[in-house]
T-cell receptor, first 114, second 116 residues
C-alpha cells in the first residue's frame, strides 16, 4: 500500500537553531512531493514541492527540502528557526499518473522555543 | 495566487439539524474539489471528491447520505452535514486544484463544526 510517514509527532527546537522535519514515502514510480503548514484553526498553506530536477528545493518563509530518491525521503529544513514557525507540518505525495488526491503524512508538530 | 474561500469558519448547531459549508474557488475554475475532515491532533482524512456536474466520489466508510456534496458550478462546492450529531463535531477543510498534478492544491481556511 502506498503511504507517507512522518516519524515524529513533535519536534522541539530552540529559536535560531536549524530544524528538520522528516518525511519518507512508499509510493511507486516518481511521485510529486509537497510540504504544507497548518496554523491553529486554519487550512493548509503550501510551502514547497519537488517535481523533478535539483534535489534541494527552496520554498516559502525560508524553508527548503531535500529529496533523496534512494532513501525515499523528503525532509523539510530551515537553517534558523523562528518562534513563528511553530505549527503543524504535513508531507504529501501525488502520483504522476494518478489523480489530484494527496496521500498525507500524519503531521509533525513543530515547536520553536524562545 | 489562487485562493479558496471556505465559509463559515465556525458554526455551532443543535443535534438533528443540518449545516451547510461552502467552498469557493475565487479566481480559478475548479472541476475537482476535495473535502477533508481533521480530528484533533490528527492528519486530514479525505472524505470525498467533489466533481463539477456529477456525483461526488466518497471514500470508504463515509456516509454519502449524511455528508451531502454538491458541486453545481466550477467555483462552488458545498458540504451539507445532515442530521448532525455531536460526533460530527470536527474541523472540515476543502481544497481545489485546477492545473496539472505537479501543481499544488489550494486549501480553504477550514470550518470548525460543533454540534451541541
Amino acid at each position: 500500500a502506498q503511504s507517507v510517514a512522518q516519524p515524529e509527532d513533535q519536534v522541539n527546537v530552540a529559536e535560531g537553531n536549524p530544524l528538520t522535519v522528516k518525511c519518507t514515502y512508499s509510493v511507486s514510480g516518481n511521485p510529486y512531493l509537497f510540504w504544507y503548514v497548518q496554523y491553529p484553526n486554519r487550512g493548509l498553506q503550501f510551502l514547497l514541492k519537488y517535481i523533478t530536477g535539483d534535489n534541494l528545493v527552496k520554498g516559502s518563509y525560508g524553508f527548503e527540502a531535500e529529496f533523496n530518491k534512494s532513501q525515499t525521503s523528503f525532509h523539510l529544513k530551515k537553517p534558523s528557526a523562528l518562534v513563528s514557525d511553530s505549527a503543524l507540518y504535513f508531507c504529501a505525495v501525488r502520483h504522476p499518473s494518478g489523480t489530484y488526491k494527496y496521500i498525507f503524512g500524519t503531521g509533525t508538530r513543530l515547536k520553536v522555543l524562545a | 495566487g489562487a485562493v479558496v474561500s471556505q465559509h463559515p469558519s465556525r458554526v455551532i448547531c443543535k443535534s438533528g439539524t443540518s449545516v451547510k459549508i461552502e467552498c469557493r474557488s475565487l479566481d480559478f475554475q475548479a472541476t475537482t474539489m476535495f473535502w477533508y475532515r481533521q480530528f484533533p491532533k490528527q492528519s486530514l482524512m479525505l472524505m470525498a471528491t467533489s466533481n463539477e456536474g456529477s456525483k461526488a466520489t466518497y471514500e470508504q466508510g463515509v456516509e454519502k447520505d449524511k455528508f451531502l456534496i454538491n458541486h453545481a458550478s466550477l467555483t462552488l462546492s458545498t458540504l451539507t452535514v445532515t442530521s448532525a450529531h455531536p460526533e460530527d463535531s470536527s474541523f472540515y477543510i476543502c481544497s481545489a486544484s485546477n492545473r496539472g498534478l505537479n501543481t499544488e492544491a489550494f486549501f480553504g481556511q477550514g470550518t470548525r463544526l460543533t454540534v451541541v
